[in-house]
């Protein structure tokens, strides 16, 4: 079957750093996304990983281990608009996304 | 960026009735578009695949007489929740992918809640 594995919650400090870690079992793989989603909205993009290695984007990076079914999302500098939760997608061979239920993280002054 | 549109963006109806949502691609033309409905502190839920021109790809579980999918445009794709129950309140996200990213990426909507009575 396909699984998703992220923490439910987790709580940082303002201007601090996190690691959200992502465990995945999916039938093929065409890559891994990271979305935000905070209460009442939409989820945003943050990030795509299709190869091994880490992307770096600002204030945020996303790494992927497709051998161990494991992907990461890294914030620095944590502001407190960055309470959310994050969604860790990865994609199907069928081209879709799975979803899991995200973390939320909670961020405190 | 690719800008999806929801509409409308917060809908309140009596039981019984039926409520259509349309979901539009701004600046980009999506061949594919996803529906999913999202329960309070819950993931996203896969309801159905949408194609341009073709008929939609329910999820199991789904009912396709119940949630009627028309994606008539590469723009355009609407959701009618059809003889509304308090059930179906939820909160409703469509996506969607833009050929021209070259990497699946999909743009969701705002989403619309649909309370009903």
């Known amino acids: 079957g396909q699984n998703i594995d992220q923490p439910t919650e987790m709580t940082a400090t303002e201007g601090a750093i996190v690691q959200i870690n992502c465990t995945y079992q999916?039938?093929?793989?065409?890559?891994l996304f990271w979305y935000q989603q905070h209460a009442g909205e939409a989820p945003t993009f943050l990030s795509y990983?299709?190869l091994d290695g880490l992307e770096e984007k600002g204030r945020f990076s996303s790494f992927l281990s497709r051998s161990k079914g494991y992907s990461y999302l890294l914030l620095k500098e944590l502001q407190m608009k960055d309470s959310a939760s994050y969604l860790c997608?990865?994609?199907?061979?069928?081209?879709?996304?799975?979803w899991g239920a995200g973390t939320k993280l909670i961020i405190k002054p | 960026g690719a800008v999806v549109s929801q509409h409308p963006s917060w809908v309140i109806c009596k039981s019984g009735t039926s409520v259509k949502i349309e979901c539009r691609s701004l600046d980009f033309q999506a061949t594919t578009m996803f529906w999913y409905r999202q329960f309070p502190k819950q993931s996203l839920m896969l309801m159905a695949t949408s194609n341009e021109g073709s008929k939609a790809t329910y999820e199991q579980g789904v009912e396709k007489d119940k949630f009627l999918i028309n994606h008539a445009s590469l723009t355009l794709s609407t959701l009618t929740v059809t003889s509304a129950h308090p059930e179906d309140s939820s909160f409703y996200i469509c996506?969607?992918?833009?050929?021209?990213?070259?990497?699946?990426?999909?743009?969701f909507g705002p989403g619309t809640r649909l309370t009903v009575l």
């Open positions: 990983n299709v």
């Open positions: 999916t039938s093929g793989f065409n890559g």
């Open positions: 997608a990865p994609m199907d061979s069928n081209y879709q996304l799975i």
């Open positions: 996506s969607a992918r833009d050929l021209a990213s070259g990497y699946n990426e999909q743009f």
